[in-house]
């Protein structure tokens, strides 16, 4: 977890929402990489029946959502919280 003081750290944030599941998780990290593995791994965990019944296809599609969510990312992204 992060403190943001006057907007200077550059924070990713993931919403399981955003995902497309129906749930309040929230990533917060400033390294993309460890964001989008925690994601990946609350949706394994958590989701699992759900991740395991898509098809490769879609899978796939959850996970360059996360790429496209981190990509976009950016501070600002804290105000919308
Ligand atoms: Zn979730």
Do not use: T
Request: aromatic share 10%; proline share 1%.
């Amino acid at each position: 977890m992060y403190f943001i003081q006057g907007g200077f750290i550059i924070v990713h944030i993931l919403r399981c929402r955003d995902l497309g599941f129906n749930d309040d998780f929230i990533v917060i990290d400033a390294d993309p990489k460890k964001a989008k593995e925690k994601m990946i791994e609350h949706v394994k965990d958590k989701h699992k029946d759900e991740f395991e019944e898509l098809s490769d296809f879609h899978k796939d599609e959850i996970i360059s959502k996360v790429d496209y969510l981190l990509n976009r990312g950016c501070g600002c992204g804290v105000l919308k919280l």
